[in-house]
């Protein structure tokens, strides 16, 4: 098992920046591919970034790309989300995820954190 918790949320401008950690602990970090997911308020939970193992493979959504930087750092135990130009509908609880395989669906995803609340205003 893994144990995640996000850090880094917060209030921010839009055109601001934020960055998020997920600091994991458990079971051996390097084995997982990590995951972004966010929830709005009334809309279901989307997949926003997926980061392999390795790290040598990445998705991101269509509405963050460009924007948005998944990075892992395995020596720390850590992934990381680099949000640019956050706009007001990027406003969401993001929580990472971790499963035994990069995926970019979300039923793949057994290990999830609580979650930390991300507000761009306007």
């Known amino acids: 098992q893994v144990q995640l918790v996000e850090s880094g949320g917060g209030l921010v401008q839009a055109g601001g920046s934020l960055r998020l950690a997920c600091a994991a602990s458990?079971?051996?970090?390097?084995?997982?591919?990590m995951a972004w997911f966010r929830q709005a308020p009334g809309k279901e939970r989307e997949l926003v970034a997926a980061?392999?193992?390795?790290?040598?493979?990445?998705y991101y959504a269509d509405s963050v790309k460009g924007r948005f930087t998944i990075s892992r750092d395995n020596a720390k135990n850590t992934v990381y989300l680099q949000m640019s130009i956050l706009k007001p509908e990027d406003t969401a609880v993001y929580s990472c995820?971790?499963?035994?395989?990069?995926?970019?669906?979300?039923?793949?995803?057994?290990?999830w954190g609580q979650g930390t609340q991300v507000t761009v205003a306007s």
């Open positions: 995820a971790a499963a035994d395989r990069y995926s970019v669906r979300q039923y793949d995803y057994d290990y």
């Open positions: 458990g079971r051996t970090f390097s084995s997982y591919g």
């Open positions: 980061i392999s193992r390795g790290g040598i493979n990445t």
